[in-house]
């Protein structure tokens, strides 16, 4: 398309029907499917996911082979689309093949190559050996993606779009919906029906503590100022975290067009996206989504030729956990060190420069297109009643399907872990789940029936924060995991406030002293005591929540804690100092292979003969364990 002044509302319509069919049917059944796909000049289209995970593990060679075995087999009716991520990344790369909706897993070059020759030519059928095995029924019969347990209990909202265009595509994304919201707003909604629909959609910030999203955008309306900014937190610092990357990555012109519409709301004409720079992928693919739009008049000038205007720059982050805190990040932005600043004022009141600022993380501005398009009573009608909506996780840790998830508000975590999720590998037993990251706690086992939303993960001790979800099995110690948590934001504080400059390190010298075996009783105490002064005094939300993994693990695991007190014990045998390795022996052959391989001689005994380790010389390095063939050699 040439370049324009301003795109009208014609020319996006024009767009929409002539790319309708190709996403119709991404979205369709098999036989539907077929019959759409004869309106459009491919005859297969072939889906391969480009997000980060799926990149890493050598997508774009799929791609390359695919485009190479297309051209040497003279197929010209098959078009290949980089998308975003799928979500079940425990399979990647992924590639699915439309009309048919067959999901190939795990694919390599030589698949690629082999799907080519024997699916993609005229006439030729599924490969079914390198299909998702969870779409193929006994029978051999086909399973859409869509029904297999992984994705049948989903309601993709913020992640609409994501696995379903190509993401470097303008028009692609315009065909799927994308500014469609837009176009709505400037031609027939006030900004105050703008706000009206998001306070009654109920949507809660879903960056971490929840705040209405609604009220966020009344309150900078509000606030007298000449100039005011609309702002989007892309700087995702909780560990294990990857759902804001993923919609970047595949659908970065969504969060371009809530912004657009927040900044019509509030009266604002500039956004920020402050966003990490360990993102290449998707600082890449948001830097071409503004080029793209600024050239169809969707971002700049006079807007679809409506009479406003709006522009957004990208400002990249070092990846310090304390930016995705509001004031430290507009700190960042302004060209500061990322510290957060005392509130009141908050940023609706006095934010970026000064000004009246909104800002929301790239998940909330997800939600805010569908919110337009299908109307706050929709939105509201999906979810819990105080927590409305889906929520998106990225499901990682000890878990057969570790990917990313969007599922209603209320969902259980039973559900999550075990259908989603497909369970613990290995038969190990679920022991808890770490939601919210560093500022959040566990959930234990005993509550696994608990519904996944704001209230309910407050009242058992934990927070939502921005969706990142740990699963933890038996094999966990649940001290050691408190302790990486706190040696995370001890080192990410910025050290402005006392409270969590030095609560964050004395807190983290009485888990590491706990774990070294050498922990008292009156320590529990006093980590209860630090821990209250923390939540207490701490500047911002880091401090404030610092403590909440510690204080989740003592309520629930304490009998774990009294364990490495008082008995000197880890149960889960994780902590090195507190593990004693042990011989049975009825079960040791007198192979000698233990006693060679100890680096310390630590283990004695004649051939075919049971062998003793001498405790008092053994560094737990666990190699005697690793090299025995019997399962003679336990630890304690």
């Not at 809660?204 to 929840?210: D, E, F, I, K």
């Not at 406003?308 to 960042?332: K, N, P, W, Y």
């Not at 006693?595 to 010389?617: E, L, M």
Request: hydrophobic letters at 35%.
């Amino acid at each position: 398309m040439s370049k324009h002044e301003h795109i009208t509302t014609a020319q996006l319509d024009e767009i929409r029907a002539r790319k309708h069919d190709l996403i119709a049917i991404r979205r369709a059944v098999q036989e539907q499917a077929e019959k759409i796909a004869e309106h459009t000049k491919y005859r297969k289209q072939v889906l391969v996911c480009g997000g980060t995970g799926c990149t890493s593990s050598h997508s774009m060679k799929v791609i390359e082979q695919l485009e190479t075995s297309l051209k040497e087999n003279h197929i010209d009716d098959v078009i290949v689309v980089k998308t975003g991520c799928f979500g079940l990344c425990a399979l990647g790369p992924i590639m699915i093949v439309y009309p048919e909706g067959a999901f190939y897993a795990q694919m390599t070059p030589e698949h690629a190559k082999t799907v080519v020759e024997q699916h993609l030519v005229k006439g030729g059928h599924i490969v079914k050996e390198l299909l998702y095995q969870g779409t193929v029924h006994e029978d051999g019969s086909i399973i859409p993606f869509g029904e297999t347990p992984f994705y049948k209990k989903q309601m993709r909202i913020a992640l609409r779009n994501c696995g379903l265009i190509a993401a470097e595509d303008i028009e692609e994304a315009i065909a799927a919906g994308d500014y469609a919201a837009l176009e709505k707003v400037l031609t027939s909604m006030t900004p105050d029906d703008v706000i009206n629909e998001m306070l009654a959609s109920g949507l809660r910030g879903r960056g971490g503590a929840g705040f209405p999203t609604g009220r966020k955008w009344a309150f900078a309306k509000a606030s007298q100022g000449d100039i005011k900014y609309v702002c989007c937190n892309a700087d995702e610092g909780d560990p294990g975290a990857f759902m804001d990357r993923s919609v970047l990555e595949g659908d970065p012109h969504c969060v371009l067009e809530a912004m657009t519409i927040a900044g019509y709301a509030i009266g604002a004409h500039q956004g920020y996206i402050y966003v990490r720079a360990e993102y290449p992928v998707a600082v890449q693919r948001l830097r071409i989504a503004i080029d793209q739009a600024h050239e169809y008049g969707l971002l700049g000038k006079d807007i679809l030729g409506l009479g406003f205007d709006f522009d957004i720059e990208i400002r990249l982050g070092a990846g310090a956990f304390v930016c995705g805190e509001e004031t430290a990040l507009m700190t960042s932005i302004e060209g500061h060190r990322g510290e957060p600043r005392p509130r009141p004022p908050f940023p609706a009141v006095k934010g970026l420069f000064g000004k009246p600022t909104i800002l929301n993380n790239v998940e909330t501005w997800a939600n805010v297109n569908p919110i337009i398009l299908k109307g706050a009573k929709w939105f509201s009608s999906i979810g819990t009643e105080t927590s409305p909506g889906t929520k998106v996780f990225a499901l990682g840790g000890k878990i057969t399907n570790v990917g990313l998830v969007e599922v209603p508000m209320g969902t259980t975590l039973r559900e999550i872990v075990e259908e989603i999720g497909g369970g613990i590998p290995g038969g190990k037993k679920f022991k808890a789940a770490q939601t919210g990251g560093p500022s959040g706690g566990c959930i234990p086992a005993e509550c696994i029936d608990t519904p996944i939303d704001y209230d309910s993960l407050l009242a058992i001790g934990s927070m939502m924060g921005s969706g990142g979800m740990i699963i933890l099995d038996e094999d966990t110690c649940m001290v050691d995991i408190a302790k990486f948590y706190l040696e995370f934001t001890a080192d990410e504080s910025c050290g402005k406030c006392t409270p969590c400059r030095i609560g964050t390190k004395r807190l983290l010298q009485l888990l590491t002293k706990i774990t070294e075996g050498k922990g008292e009783p009156e320590d529990l105490d006093k980590i209860e005591e630090l821990a209250a002064h923390m939540k207490q005094s701490s500047l911002c939300a880091l401090g404030q929540s610092a403590p909440n993994p510690v204080l989740s693990t003592l309520r629930y695991f304490r009998k774990e804690y009294e364990e490495h007190i008082l008995e000197k014990r880890c149960a889960a045998g994780v902590c090195k100092a507190l593990m004693t390795y042990y011989v049975i022996p009825e079960k040791c052959k007198g192979c000698t292979l233990c006693a060679r391989n100890c680096p310390v001689k630590a283990i004695s005994g004649s051939v075919k003969q049971p062998h003793v380790i001498d405790t008092s010389k053994c560094v737990k390095c666990g190699l005697c364990m690793a090299n025995c063939k019997f399962g003679a050699i336990v630890r304690k």
